[in-house]
Each structure stands twice: as C-alpha cells, then as structure tokens.
C-alpha cells in the first residue's frame, strides 16, 4: 500500500509503523542525493511556513529545521520561551491554536512530552518532536540514515549498543528505534540508573512483533559484537545538578578505546547525537574539571579515531528532518 504520511505529526516513533519509517528514510536518502547534486528547482515546500519553538537550547536541531525549510522554499520563525507568550501570559492551548492559524507545521523542543502531545491535539497542523526530556525521535532517524551509509547490514541485523545514562531521552529513543526496525539494542549502564519500566514495557512489546531484541545490561561482555557503540552526555538539559554523581557512576561507562576493543568489531561505528564532551575545549568540562570531575562520556582519542562518524551523524539530522518536513506538510 502506498505510505501518505501527509498531516501527520511525528511526536515520538512509537507513532510510526516499520514501513513508515522506512519510507521516511527512503525519502532522507533521496533529499540528501538531491542537494548533493545541486538539484533547486521544484522546491517541496514552497509557500509553507513552519515555527520553532525552543524551550532548551539546540545548536544542531535548530540550524537543521532552519536549512531544511530555507532549502525546500518554506519561511521559518524561531520562538523561544524568553521572545514569547508561550505559557507565561498565554496557555499551551491557546498558543497552538493561534500558530495553528498562522503557520503549517510547528517543531517544538522542551521538557514535557506531553506539550508536543497538546500541540498537535490543539493546533490542527503537523507537530515535530525537536526534543523532551524522555524522546527525540528526529534524532534517530539521523542515526539509522547514519548506519544505512557507514554498514553494509540492513538495520534488522545491527546491533547498537547505548552506552552512559541509560534513562535519558536518546536511550529511550533508541529503544523504541531499534524495536521498531526489528535491530538489536543494549542500553549498557549501572543498574543504579533505573529504565521506566513503561517504557522498557512499550518496546518490548514491539519488538515481539518485529523480532527485535532490547537488552539492559551492566556488564561489559554486552558490547560484543557491536556494530554501533552509542554515547551522549551524562547529565542531560536541566539535569545538570546531577553531575557529581553521574561522573561517580558513569566513568566506568566511558567509551575508550578499550572499549571499541571488547566489541571485536575493528569496524564498530561511534556514534554520538552532540554535544559531546570528549575534551576540556568548554567552559562546562573546564569548570568541572576545576571542581574535580572529569564529565568527559568518551575519550577524544575515540571522537577523532576512525571509527567515529559523528559528523556525519550530525548533517544528517538535516536530510532526515527535510524528510519529515516534507512527507508531513
Ligand atoms: N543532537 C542535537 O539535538 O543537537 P542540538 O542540541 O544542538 O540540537
Ligand atoms: N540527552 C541530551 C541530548 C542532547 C541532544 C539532552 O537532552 O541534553
């Protein structure tokens, strides 16, 4: 059956069957082909406008809805919490029903999974998930377009292995990723750090349909084999009291170069969603440092190795959110 995925909003993958996914990617590939070959004529989006609603700060997400639009021929307006009503002076409701009137798409990044949710119950247009605390489902279509270019396997024989803080909103992601394309997935961390069950529950479910596997494990022998070695940093946005005792739990998650060695893969992919601290090149990781921890979740040996493909990662998030801008409007 053909997939139409017009009017859709993409809030989380869990919304987005294996075909839907794949077609999505299918289209990344293509857009990415396109702009390589310097194709301009015929913009998608032409006429469209899209709004940016950012809570928590982006440096890749915004620049990559921005490019993504500016080059398919839609108008962007940036929002953030401190240049808008949103929420202070006027409701969440109100606020997607009057961008509903203006705009046709919105992407929002923030804290709550339920303010996309609302956003697209009230506006009436396509809403894009540009981050919450518990998914960022954008972020993973990246990752997998990513792995299609960098792995000679299809995705349902891949296996990603998370590494770090395994209750954050990419490892989340990942899971409901991985159950979704039928792939292998180990979240490895401490067993401190506790998965909502909910959400272990949810992907579990999928992938008994799928054939997928999702693994949880503290132990280092889980990285055997892995065609992916995942890492993100270890106190998310708004987290960052935490920092203290996530270095105390996490340094033994740190991905080094030992690390890609017990996978037994000479080819294990590195893969990162950025930002990432792998040096003491910012104020964070200095100011850290001076405090006596070491925040870095791999070592810059990895980061700038040969197995790391993270800048590629990173241009993706544009292809890949062209996709979704383009299927959706
Ligand atoms: N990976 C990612 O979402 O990056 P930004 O926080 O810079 O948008
Ligand atoms: N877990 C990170 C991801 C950043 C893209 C955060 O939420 O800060």
Request: with cysteine.
């Amino acid at each position: 059956m053909a997939i139409n995925l017009k009017g859709r909003s993409f809030l989380t993958l869990m919304d987005f069957s294996p075909a839907e996914i794949r077609y999505l990617l299918d289209l990344a590939h293509s857009l990415k082909a396109k702009k390589k070959a310097g194709i301009l004529n015929e913009p998608l989006l032409k006429g469209k406008n899209v709004v940016l609603l950012f809570e928590k700060t982006s440096t890749r997400t915004r620049c990559a809805f921005e490019t993504a639009c500016l080059d398919e021929g839609a108008h962007v307006t940036f929002l953030d919490s401190k240049s808008s009503q949103m929420g202070k002076k006027e409701s969440l409701e109100d606020t997607a029903k009057v961008l509903g009137r203006f705009y046709d798409g919105i992407e929002y990044r923030g804290f709550d999974q339920k303010v996309v949710e609302d956003l697209a119950a009230f506006s009436g247009v396509p809403v894009f998930n540009g981050l919450t605390d518990v998914d960022h489902p954008t972020q993973i279509l990246a990752d997998m377009l990513t792995i299609e270019e960098h792995c000679a396997k299809p995705l349902n024989r891949v296996k990603v292995v998370f590494c770090g803080d395994i209750r954050n909103n990419m490892c989340y992601a990942w899971m409901y990723g991985c159950a979704k394309m039928g792939m292998t997935f180990v979240a490895y961390g401490p067993a401190s750090l506790k998965i909502d069950p909910e959400v272990l529950a949810a992907a579990n479910a999928i992938a008994a349909e799928t054939g997928a596997a999702i693994e949880v494990s503290a132990d280092r022998e889980a990285v055997k084999d892995a065609d992916v070695i995942y890492s993100d940093i270890w106190a998310s946005m708004g987290e960052e009291d935490k920092i203290p005792e996530r270095v105390k739990m996490l340094t033994p998650f740190r991905v080094t170069s030992e690390l890609l060695r017990a996978t037994g893969n000479p080819d294990v992919l590195f893969m990162h969603c950025l930002p990432s601290f792998h040096d003491f090149e910012t104020t964070m990781a200095k100011e850290w440092r001076e405090k006596g921890y070491d925040i870095r979740e791999v070592t810059d040996e990895v980061f700038r190795g040969k197995n790391s493909v993270v800048f590629d990662e990173a241009e993706n998030r544009m292809h890949t959110i062209k996709a979704v801008l383009c299927a959706m409007i």
